[in-house]
C-alpha cells in the first residue's frame, strides 16, 4: 500500500512558476514509477508526466515538454513536478499516482489531488 499526499498548489499569474509535491508512504517507494496527471473542469483526466524508479527516465505530455520538470527524492519518499512558464490551460486539479511496474498504463495508486489556478 501506497499513501500519496500532494501540496503545493495554488493561484498563479500566467508565466508564473509553481512546485508540486507528493509525498509518499511506504519503504518501497523508490520502486514505484511516479506519475502526475491532472484535471480540468469539464475534462477528463490527462497524463502529464512520469518518472521511473532511479529517476533517470522521465516522459512528457506534448502540452507540457519543455515547461514542466518531474523529478524525485527517493531517500525522502517525494516526487516533484515543477511547473514553469504557467498557461490558464494549465488550470486543473492535478494528482500524484503511483504504480509498482515499470512503464505502467494504469496506476493502482492515487492522491486526492492539489488545485492549481493560472489567472490571465
Given at each position: ?37 491532472r484535471q480540468a473542469p469539464g475534462k477528463e483526466r490527462e497524463f502529464v ?7 533517470d527516465s522521465t516522459y512528457y505530455a506534448d502540452s507540457v515538454k519543455g ?54
Amino acid at each position: 500500500q501506497v499513501h500519496l499526499v500532494e501540496s503545493g498548489g495554488g493561484l498563479v499569474q500566467a508565466g508564473g512558476s509553481l512546485r508540486l509535491s507528493c509525498a509518499a508512504s511506504g519503504r518501497t517507494f523508490s520502486t514505484y514509477t511516479m506519475g502526475w496527471f491532472r484535471q480540468a473542469p469539464g475534462k477528463e483526466r490527462e497524463f502529464v508526466a512520469a518518472i521511473g524508479w532511479g529517476g533517470d527516465s522521465t516522459y512528457y505530455a506534448d502540452s507540457v515538454k519543455g515547461r514542466f520538470t518531474i523529478s524525485r527524492d527517493n531517500a525522502e519518499n517525494t516526487v516533484y513536478l515543477q511547473m514553469n512558464t504557467l498557461k490558464p490551460e494549465d488550470t486543473a486539479v492535478y494528482y500524484c499516482a503511483a504504480d509498482p511496474r515499470r512503464l505502467p498504463l494504469t496506476y493502482d495508486y492515487w492522491g486526492h489531488g492539489t488545485q492549481v489556478t493560472v489567472s490571465s
